[in-house]
């Protein structure tokens, strides 16, 4: 069976800290209100009477009257009787009290002074109770007699509280009510930001709120943080549709527009001769071809970018499938008058990848460095091992890649010399394509500009092993 790992998140420990803020409150307020002298004087019951009344005759019977009254002292350990007598003259005399009880049976009897219906009142851990009427010899006037006992107070804030349970409701919400809101409120509202925003994203308003970041529990102001990225991301794809199309429309305007004027040419026949006949079906043909290009290389980055095409890890020699791309290309290189040059020592280099999507990369740095060539007109294709990985290179002699323009080459319609490219028949994803299978590879690509040219490269792995693919 599996067990869960407990974990503490802080919405957790804020919940248990009310819990536990509200119990110790009431804890201290238990413990405190014994030392206040702001409780009600409580009437004794008859069956309470009566026992106290049972304990006066005993006190009577056994000279413990007659004792206090003669100055017998009270011993310390005397406090410990369950019902001690205490005695107050007419002359407002205390006979029988130890220490501070004088002061508080003081209070108690100004308070409490009808015979007919004795109280109880407790005095930090003091509790006492009357008065009772006693008569002292022949003495015509009463004296006041409490009997004064240990008590715990806490157990009688408890005793009161259940006596009368509206006192302890009271208490009870007095004390959580502020600590349920705080803690509601530190829930609620970072939930209520999140729901604004989220209605500003629903309306096309991508703002990022730093509010939601940054206020709360540590687990909302990650879904926060979370929702920003969110936000950002969908701003940022929205932003890159609409570049897309701006982009999609402007490759697409020049070769329709050729198309229409030379199609209506010949639909108009402005020439009749076969040689312009035949040069106006070109340029439709190759313009046509040139769309028919960009759109199946649009279809394939968005295949690979999106994820539709898995990749088909394989083990295959690398050194075989380059020499095989360079001599598909010598043919176009050299009407160009480009040498192409791949001397590798190693014969045999096995890699672990897509064959398929590195032949497309391959071909399409091969490509580029022809379309680029200058100056000495020659590209040089080598690999090199660097620990488990290998680094394929192809650079070509030619103009560099102005640094500013290095880290754009990888967009989709990106051109560096716009005109040129156009001239090659160009269109700018290429090398989008090269970017978006490195990174389906989890491996790295990138281009270095060099003394006499460019040299653009990428890295394989040669293990045999899909735990770089994670």
């Not at 702001?38 to 005759?57: A, F, G, P, T």
């Not at 160009?336 to 399409?364: A, C, L, M």
Request: glycine letters at 6%.
């Amino acid at each position: 069976m599996l067990i869960k790992k407990f974990s503490l998140n802080q919405l957790t420990i804020r919940t248990f800290t009310v819990f536990w803020l509200a119990f110790f409150a009431m804890t201290a307020l238990l413990v405190a209100l014994p030392y206040f002298d702001s409780r009600l004087y409580s009437d004794l019951n008859q069956n309470e009477i009566s026992s106290y009344q049972k304990k006066l005759v005993e006190s009577i019977r056994n000279n413990r009257i007659t004792g206090i009254l003669a100055g017998v002292p009270v011993l310390p350990t005397d406090k410990f009787d369950s019902a001690r007598p205490v005695i107050m003259t007419p002359e407002k005399e205390i006979f029988g009290a130890l220490g501070e009880e004088r002061m508080h049976i003081a209070q108690f009897a100004q308070e409490s002074s009808n015979f007919a219906q004795p109280q109880r009142k407790t005095f930090k851990d003091i509790q006492i109770a009357g008065p009772f009427k006693v008569y002292i010899g022949d003495s015509e006037q009463s004296s006041e007699l409490f009997f004064v006992s240990r008590a715990n107070g806490q157990q009688e804030i408890l005793r009161y509280m259940l006596d009368h349970p509206w006192v302890l409701l009271l208490l009870t919400l007095i004390i959580t009510t502020p600590l349920l809101w705080w803690f509601t409120h530190t829930i609620v509202k970072p939930i209520t930001n999140l729901q604004k925003a989220a209605n500003s994203v629903a309306l096309g308003n991508f703002k990022v709120d730093n509010e939601l970041a940054n206020h709360g529990p540590a687990e909302l102001r990650e879904v926060g943080q979370s929702f920003n990225k969110m936000s950002i991301a969908i701003d940022n794809l929205i932003s890159n549709q609409h570049n897309l199309l701006s982009s999609i429309s402007h490759e697409l305007k020049t070769p329709i527009a050729l198309i229409q004027g030379y199609a209506e040419g010949l639909k108009e026949g402005i020439s009749d001769d076969p040689e312009s006949m035949d040069f106006y079906c070109g340029v439709i043909i190759d313009e046509a071809g040139k769309m028919n290009n960009m759109v199946k290389k649009l279809l394939t980055l968005n295949q690979i970018e999106f994820g539709n095409e898995e990749l088909v890890m394989e083990r295959f020699d690398i050194i075989e499938l380059i020499t095989s791309i360079v001599n598909a290309n010598e043919l176009r290189a050299s009407q160009k008058g480009i040498q192409i040059e791949f001397n590798q020592r190693d014969k045999h280099i096995d890699v672990w990848s897509d064959e398929y999507k590195i032949e497309e990369v391959v071909t399409n740095y091969i490509t580029n460095a022809i379309n680029h060539c200058d100056f000495e007109n020659r590209i040089e294709v080598s690999v090199e091992r660097i620990g488990d990985d290998v680094r394929v290179h192809v650079f070509n002699t030619g103009k560099n890649i102005p640094e500013e323009d290095i880290p754009n080459i990888w967009q989709k319609f990106y051109k560096v010399d716009k005109a040129r490219t156009r001239e090659y028949g160009g269109n700018g994803i290429g090398l989008s394509i090269v970017k978006a299978i490195m990174d389906r590879h989890n491996k790295e690509c990138g281009v270095v500009n060099k003394e006499n040219g460019v040299e653009f490269w990428f890295r394989l792995d040669c293990n045999n092993s899909e735990e770089r693919l994670d």
